[in-house]
Nanobody
Framework: QVQLVESGGGSVQTGGSLRLSCAAS????????MGWFRQAPGKEREGVAS???????????EYLDSVQGRFTISLDSAKSTLYLEMDSHKPGQTAMYYC???????????????????WGQGTKVTVSS
């Protein structure tokens, strides 16, 4: 049974940094797509970043407060752990962050939540000014 367990969430001040981790277990697939999503209170879940395990190709969300350049997704295949390094947090970005994985060999990287089959329980990131 596939399990995704996020950790590393907590409180961070505006401009601060935080690193999230997602430990994956229970899978044997070779074509792995993983991603990070976030959901702010009262809003829909949105894709933040995605990575293809086989090619290392990454993709980041293109928001107005663009995460590209501030967030970095990486995968340690030996440890089966996905990371999201977040720098320069902006105010109002408090959200639950979710790790997601898909092993069906579909197009990757991808930021659409419907493309992922497995999800973690989430870890909360609170940004304070």
């Amino acid at each position: 049974q596939v399990q995704l367990v996020e950790s590393g969430g907590g409180s961070v001040q505006t401009g601060g940094s935080l690193r999230l981790s997602c430990a994956a277990s229970g899978y044997t697939a070779s074509r792995i797509c993983m991603g990070w999503f976030r959901q702010a209170p009262g809003k829909e879940r949105e894709g933040v970043a995605s990575i293809s395990a086989s090619t290392g190709t990454t993709r980041y969300a293109e928001y107005l407060d663009s995460v590209q350049g501030r967030f970095t997704i990486s995968l340690d295949s030996a440890k089966s752990t996905l990371y999201l390094e977040m720098d320069s947090h902006k105010p109002g970005q408090t959200a639950m962050y979710y790790c997601a994985a898909d092993f069906r060999g579909r197009s990757c990287p991808v930021l659409a939540a419907r493309q992922y089959y497995h999800w973690g329980q989430g870890t909360k990131v609170t940004v304070s000014s």
